[in-house]
């Protein structure tokens, strides 16, 4: 299966400010996402990353808060813009590869103070 | 829309007991299903799936079957360790890749 390099692992943030989440594959894959746990929660899917084009958001997230870039077939970043504390989540890349299914990264523990 | 409907938790347990984590779903077409677990302080893993109707997926003493009639995908084990204690989380997948997952279920085997 696809092994993915999710950087950083965690952060702590000022509110106001933004942070980059980085997702790095070692193999080109076909379908890349961005989920989201908070805490006590489940996952939720953020958007779907798609390569050379804008992404698509699920209801509830927009584009200004989360920019996503997908510039090839290895690698996404996710931005969390003006953070607040309800943005205090778990943030996870998560690709398909065709044959090997689902494979999520470990995860980016984001704290707002 | 998809959805997964899972049992609430916290559920606790005496080691060597048996465990059973229910788990339903509605979907549009023929989904896949999964169970994930989630162990303290870490990320997600896949635990078992099934991709069609009266598979079983199995791993690490768990099991589950894809039946469709009830379309459920209930997780079972038979004698619980103290490291099997985390989160588990039933999901789907269908035609468009997105995973739907249920609220989670917290499990504690206590010694």
């Known amino acids: 299966s696809a092994v993915i390099s999710q950087k950083p692992s965690r952060d702590i943030c000022q509110r106001g400010t933004s942070l980059t989440i980085q997702c790095q594959v070692d193999?080109?894959?076909?379908?890349m996402f961005w989920y989201r746990q908070q805490p006590g929660q489940s996952l939720t899917l953020i958007a779907t990353?798609?390569?050379?084009?804008?992404?698509?958001?699920e209801s509830g997230f927009v584009i200004d808060k989360f920019p996503i870039s997908r510039p090839n077939l290895t690698f996404s970043t996710l931005t969390v813009s003006n953070m607040s504390p309800e943005d205090s989540s778990i943030y996870l890349c998560?690709?398909?590869?065709?044959?090997?299914?689902?494979?999520f990264g470990s995860g980016t523990r984001l704290t707002v103070v | 829309g998809n959805s997964v409907t899972q049992m609430e938790g916290p559920v606790t347990l005496s080691e060597e007991a048996f465990l059973t984590i229910n788990c339903t779903y509605t979907a549009t077409g023929y989904p896949s299903l999964f169970w994930y677990v989630q162990y303290p302080g870490e990320g997600l893993q896949l635990l078992l799936k099934a991709t069609k109707a009266d598979d079983k997926g199995s791993n690490k003493g768990f099991e589950a079957t894809y039946r469709k009639e009830t379309t459920s995908f209930h997780l079972e084990k038979g004698s619980v360790q103290v490291s099997d204690s985390a989160v588990y989380f039933c999901?789907?997948?269908?035609?468009?890749?997105?995973?739907?997952f249920g609220a989670g279920t917290t499990v504690t085997v206590r010694a």
């Open positions: 990353a798609n390569q050379g084009s804008e992404a698509t958001y």
């Open positions: 193999s080109q894959v076909t379908m």
């Open positions: 998560s690709v398909v590869k065709e044959g090997n299914g689902y494979t």
């Open positions: 999901a789907l997948i269908s035609n468009d890749y997105k995973l739907s």
